[in-house]
């Protein structure tokens, strides 16, 4: 009985250090994205047991198998240590951020499928390349989404897309290992009760992929927010039409974009103190839609800003420059 005592003292031991370090982490993210963060919420976030079971374990008072729990705090440790840098990043990019009618739409059906049914906690957002999807996933990413960007491997390695995903989070699962152990260890590594996970240009993805984000969504407590480029997303469902269907059963409203609109433009102007009517939002959206998206909208805005009260003329100065580089650079050859 003694030494059952002792045991369980040195496993309440090992667990306190690693609730201590839990408790700076939470302080160090809740410092970085400038917010308080309750229990309640930390423990969706990060932890892979409820807050009332990390209050049990802060008190001292859980009377349940201390070895298990330490072994979740440890993963909670790893994956939380590997995460801040992009947190940081991510959180002062927030602060920029500007919220276009795309970025709205995503956000509120990411809180839609976060706060309805399990069954639909899929985000399918189309748009073209330089029209904010990768802004949108940067900014999730600063409110405590996991990220990972789409490439060519998954098209033909379920592995590799398994593997990237617990990467994003922070947790080292090697290619070499066999399917079913790379497909558990990335479903273990997302071990939030309430995460959300943004996976940009999934066009990228392969039908074994579009299965695993149903098995995401069946086994985890993720909401899985899927961005890609409508015409690439659009052969991707042709050519897989029967996994990619039962993906999008499983998705809110998809959410499609096609232009960038002169509301959207007229955000960034005012952010500058330009003018927002007329011409100028007008014009600039007409030439973000021709070359460059929301690249082009920034470059404008920044340029006519420079000259402090710019004129019409200016603008027409402007926009005939900005054409003149896109010809040079030999982009939409």
């Given amino acids: ?34 917010a308080a963060m309750s229990e309640e919420r930390f423990a969706k976030r990060f932890l892979a047991f409820s807050a009332t079971t990390w209050s049990k374990v802060k008190s001292g008072s859980y009377a349940g198998s201390l070895a298990s729990v330490a072994a979740k705090c440890a993963a909670a440790i790893e ?8 947190i940081e990043g991510a959180a002062k990019y927030s602060q920029e951020f500007v919220r276009t009618q795309l970025a709205k739409a995503t956000c509120a059906a990411v ?18 390349t330089g029209h904010g999807k990768s802004a949108i996933a940067k900014y999730l990413q600063g409110k405590g989404a996991v990220c990972v960007e789409g490439r060519q491997a998954w098209r033909t390695s379920y592995k590799a897309f398994c593997s990237d995903i617990a990467r994003a989070v922070g947790r ?9 152990r790379v497909e558990e260890e990335m479903v273990k590594s997302l071990s939030a009760r309430d995460g959300v996970l943004v996976i940009d240009e999934a066009n990228t993805m392969s039908a074994a992929c579009a299965n695993a984000v149903k098995y995401i969504v069946n086994r985890t407590g993720y909401t899985v927010v899927v961005a890609a480029i409508p ?9 897989n039409r029967d996994e990619v ?5 499983r998705c809110q ?28 939002p007008r014009d600039i959206a007409a030439a973000a839609n021709a070359f460059g998206g929301f690249r082009t909208v920034v470059s404008l805005v920044n340029r006519l800003a420079d000259i402090g009260e710019p004129s019409e ?21």
Wanted: charge should be negative; proline fraction near 4%.
């Fill in 1 to 34: 009985m003694n030494e059952e005592r002792k045991n369980r003292d040195a496993e309440m031991h090992v667990l306190l250090e690693r609730v201590n370090r839990l408790d700076e982490l939470k302080a160090a993210v809740e410092k970085t994205e400038g």
């Fill in 79 to 86: 994956t939380i240590e590997a995460q801040l840098p992009s």
């Fill in 111 to 128: 809180n839609k499928a976060r706060a309805g049914v399990e069954s639909r906690r899929v985000v399918a957002v189309l748009a073209p």
């Fill in 172 to 180: 080292n699962v090697p290619t070499s290992w066999q399917e079913y």
């Fill in 231 to 239: 015409s690439l997303w659009d052969k991707f469902l042709s050519g």
């Fill in 245 to 249: 269907l039962q993906l999008v059963n």
């Fill in 253 to 280: 409203p998809v959410i499609r974009a096609e232009r960038i609109a002169e509301a959207d433009v007229s955000l960034f102007l005012a952010a500058r103190g330009l003018p927002t009517e007329g011409r100028f």
């Fill in 313 to 333: 003329d200016d603008l027409n100065a402007e926009l005939k420059s900005a054409a003149a580089e896109v010809v040079s650079s030999g982009v939409g050859k």
